[in-house]
């Protein structure tokens, strides 16, 4: 008999569900028909995710950088442990406690997310931790906090999409970024609904719209006002819905009178007349969904931008009800488990916040320790790159989960921050950019080879299943922090035992607003999955929000009173073109894992610039050519693509990988001032050629 386990892939926040099946001696990946979300379905991605497990270049031994060579050689755990604790001790000694710093990833299990935030502030208390997610969907989620009072990404499951009549997709590019997904969109369309596609490049998802707007990138925020005017003027507004369930219409109103469509067209470059066609199909569709995602949301406006979209839902009476929404479409695996229970810089578990001394004295209370050895919130993501090496920054920092020298804004410059580091310590599989720079380097297991939970695009907590035991010399991530943390002088409080550690995040957990007290892992492989809040064993989950109340005081939504405002940086003469980064189907991230796999790699091997035939024109450049694309951080050189589907004053490159193709060499690092997201969707730019022809 074959052995499967079902498991789910462990890439992106669909979770997809796959079967590993034994076959061999190795692992290779199987259908899993049951399981809701996907169905079955995989993308290239998790169909190859196997590979990850059998490849050649595991890391399977910890690191260490030779004092004398410099050079990073073989050593024992024992030795590499000492090593870690030593340096973090000494760092805290020598500058204080908040000089050692936590990174961490929304790749991470809910268990290892619940334990790095509790290892920062119980056994480093150290307030100085946060993690990628920063990078990813703080702006939707601090958009979400504002208007409803609670983040889950989606409020609702994702076939609820199929049912709907309208869809304004912002920013998402999910025919390459969670392909299975589209069944819905394709079912909703089927059923005769209809798919607005904001983006501006025709991508695979905009060209199976019922209408693609093409705006300038990061005028997502006029062009949301100029709807609400157009909502207004044409007598789309739901106000039974407005006066029943919401608070502030008449400031947003009248600040949207301010966004004639001749004006929104003049600012995002969408002609009026697609704005009038946009309203009306969702104005007049009885229900409608809103989904945003990193396009909209990357921005150092993000968050305005989020609220603006939230505000045209609310203003269409199209939230609160079914199939009827705003949501964020998440991205990491654990993206949205990762930001609920603690490795985000002001927060304790269940999504509380670490400056409610109620939470603090609750979560103490569980942790036993007193309230007020927890340190208070730390700096955001970039700010504390941004602070390694300084007199009063971090000395020395743990990375489990990430790969800030590709993926963090301004890359070099943080690159070069992290060198200066007196220590660094990288948990991964692979020798990642970042990995390659640390003083040690310790050897996690993987998905397949740890239990645990992810809590996916929906709110829906699901589990993760070994199939196989990690490989020699490798450890989980909850085995290193247990060992570290018995050499900081902790013996007990953190178990290496997924499930144990578990049950700590539901009590941690509970009465918190991301409630998992009535979540077991009997009851998830029960259901597929549990969504929360859930607060008994006997609730059954909480699918659908909002539907009576929202999670407000008063239970009604916020309308908040957004402008419009230019990005942080603007073509000028000297850098004249648009630059925008994102995603391809067959890489993910910063590549450390998808670039193993030789598959994804003959689909996808290199970096890229994507350009319009227009500006390729004008600038002399011809397809295939390698270029210089230069920005005021950086500078790359990569092929271009020239294609149509492109604005003509926009470039676009993706960002998943490192050296002379790194996208963030180039990008900004201003940061929205609420969600403290960078602005990775826009930045100036200018492109040399580096050949001359004479022809
Ligand atoms: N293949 C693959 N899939 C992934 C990932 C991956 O790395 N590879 N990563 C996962 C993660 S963590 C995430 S966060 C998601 C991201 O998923 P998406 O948000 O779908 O991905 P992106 O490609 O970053 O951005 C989407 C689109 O935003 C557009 N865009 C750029 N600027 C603007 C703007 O100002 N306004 C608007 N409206 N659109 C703009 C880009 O042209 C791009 O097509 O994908 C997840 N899935
Ligand atoms: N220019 C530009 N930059 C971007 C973006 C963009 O759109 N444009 N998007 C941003 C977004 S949305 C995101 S989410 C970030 C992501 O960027 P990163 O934070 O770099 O994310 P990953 O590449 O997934 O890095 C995860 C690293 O941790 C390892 N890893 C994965 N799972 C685990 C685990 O369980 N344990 C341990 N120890 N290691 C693990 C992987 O092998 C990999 O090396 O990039 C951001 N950067
Ligand atoms: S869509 Fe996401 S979860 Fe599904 S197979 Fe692809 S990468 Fe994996
Ligand atoms: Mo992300």
Request: aromatic residues 6%; proline residues 7%.
């Amino acid at each position: 008999m074959t052995l499967a386990t079902p498991t789910h892939c462990p890439y992106c926040s669909l979770q997809c569900g796959l079967n590993l099946q034994q076959a061999g001696g190795a692992l290779t990946v199987v259908e899993r028909p049951d399981f809701p979300v996907n169905r079955g379905a995989l993308c290239i991605k998790g169909q190859t995710s196997a590979d990850l497990l059998h490849s050649a270049e595991r890391l399977t031994t910890p690191l260490v950088r030779d004092s004398k060579s410099g050079e990073l050689r073989p050593a024992t755990w024992d030795e590499a442990l000492d090593m870690v604790a030593a340096a973090l001790i000494a760092a805290q000694a020598k500058y204080g406690t908040d000089a050692v710093g936590v990174f961490g990833g929304g790749s991470l299990t809910n268990e290892k997310a619940y334990q790095l935030g509790k290892f920062a502030r119980v056994a480093l208390r150290t307030s100085t931790i946060d993690y990628n997610g920063r990078f990813c969907m703080s702006s939707a989620a601090a958009a979400n906090l504002r208007a409803f009072g609670l983040d889950r990404g989606l409020p609702f499951p994702l076939e609820d999409i199929a049912g709907t009549d309208c869809i304004l997709l912002i920013g998402s590019n999910l025919a390459e970024t969670m392909p299975p997904a589209q069944r819905y969109f394709t079912e909703q369309r089927e059923r005769g609904g209809s798919l607005i596609v904001v983006d501006p490049r025709a991508t695979p998802t905009a060209r199976n719209a019922t209408l693609h707007l093409q705006p300038l990138p990061g005028t997502d925020l006029a062009l949301a006002l100029g709807l609400i005017h157009i909502a207004v003027q044409k007598g789309y507004i739901d106000q039974p819905f407005i006066d029943e369930r919401t608070t502030g219409w008449p400031q947003v109103q009248a600040i949207s009178m301010e966004y004639m469509p001749h004006r929104v067209e003049r600012i995002t470059g969408v002609p009026a007349k697609q704005l009038y066609e946009a309203a009306r199909l969702i104005g007049e569709a009885p229900t409608g969904m809103v989904l945003t995602a990193r396009g909209a949301e990357q921005h150092s406006k993000g968050t305005d931008t989020v609220s603006a979209w939230i505000n045209l839902a609310l203003a269409l009476g199209k939230a609160g009800r079914a199939h009827c929404g705003y949501g964020c479409l998440t991205g990491q695996g654990n993206g949205q488990g990762g930001r609920e229970h603690g490795q985000k810089a002001d927060q304790l578990p269940g999504y509380r916040k670490i400056d409610d001394p109620v939470a603090r004295a609750y979560v103490a209370g569980v942790w036993g320790v007193d309230p007020n050895s927890l340190p208070g919130p730390g700096p955001s993501a970039y700010e504390l790159l941004d602070s390694l090496g300084e007199p009063s920054g971090v000395r020395a920092l743990l990375v489990m989960g990430s790969n800030p020298v590709i993926s963090a804004p301004r890359a070099a410059h943080i690159e070069a921050k992290l060198r200066r580091l007196d220590c660094l310590i990288v948990a991964d599989y692979f020798m990642s950019e970042t990995a390659a720079i640390a003083d040690v380097v310790l050897p996690s297991a993987q998905f397949a080879e740890e239990d645990g939970t992810m809590t996916n695009l929906e709110g829906r907590v699901i589990r993760r299943n070994k199939a196989v035991p990690p490989p020699s010399g490798s450890r989980t991530d909850l085995e290193i922090l247990a060992e570290l943390a018995k050499r900081l002088g902790h013996t007990e409080g953190f178990s290496s035992q997924p499930e144990l550690v578990f049950e700590e995040l539901r009590r941690a957990s509970a009465g918190g607003p991301a409630d998992y007290a009535g979540i077991t892992y009997a009851r998830i492989d029960a259901e597929y999955g549990v969504f929360w809040p859930c607060p008994e064993e006997s609730h059954p989950g909480t699918p659908r929000m909002f539907e009576e109340r929202f999670n407000t005081a008063d239970g009604r939504a916020r309308f908040v009173p957004v402008t419009h405002r230019a990005a942080a940086e603007e073509p000028d003469s000297e850098y004249p073109i648009w630059f925008t980064t994102g995603r391809v189907m067959a890489q993910y991230q910063s590549g450390t894992q998808t670039r193993r796999v030789d598959r994804l790699n003959e689909a996808s091997p290199e970096a890229f610039v994507e350009m319009h035939p227009r500006l390729a024109k004008s600038l002399g450049i011809t397809d295939g050519e390698t270029v210089r694309v230069i920005s005021r951080r950086g500078w790359v050189e990569v092929k271009v693509r020239i294609v149509s589907s492109i604005r003509p004053d926009l470039v676009f490159m993706p960002f998943h990988w490192g050296g002379k193709g790194r996208a963030n060499s180039l990008t900004n690092p201003a940061l929205d001032p609420t969600s403290r997201m960078p602005e990775f969707k826009l930045c100036a730019v200018r492109i040399e050629r580096l050949v001359t022809t004479t022809d």
